[in-house]
């Protein structure tokens, strides 16, 4: 059983930034995709950043540019630079882990509060 743990949400004040980290307990990380995802209040959970396997990065059009998506392989952990934050970026961020053997395997973080505020 893959657990997954964020930390690194918090206060923030418009354009400040945040770094967030989403630790993975399993093995074979490096093999799982991993992504993160938003959810604000009363709207539904969508996805912020993913990043594959092999590295290859994708992002919602109102982050690109701000935001930023990596892993170390090494440690186990991914991670989102989010620069020059918005009050329209608030919400719950959650780290998501998926993997495609024989069937798709998907795992989620308990979610971390990212407030943008002055």
């Known amino acids: 059983q893959v657990q997954l743990v964020e930390s690194g949400g918090g206060l923030v004040q418009p354009g400040g930034s945040l770094r967030l980290s989403c630790a993975h307990s399993?093995?074979?990380?490096?093999?799982?995709?991993m992504g993160w995802y938003r959810q604000a209040p009363g709207k539904q959970r969508e996805l912020v950043a993913s990043?594959?396997?092999?590295?290859?990065?994708n992002y919602a059009d109102s982050v690109k540019g701000r935001f930023t998506i990596s892993r170390d392989n090494a440690k186990n952990t991914v991670y989102l630079q989010m620069n020059s934050l918005k009050p329209e970026d608030t919400a719950v961020y959650y780290c998501?882990?998926?993997?495609?053997?024989?069937?798709?395997?998907?795992?989620w973080g308990q979610g971390t509060q990212v407030t943008v505020s002055s």
């Open positions: 998501n882990a998926e993997i495609t053997r024989f069937t798709t395997m998907t795992y």
């Open positions: 399993g093995s074979r990380f490096s093999s799982y995709a």
């Open positions: 990043i594959k396997s092999g590295g290859s990065t």
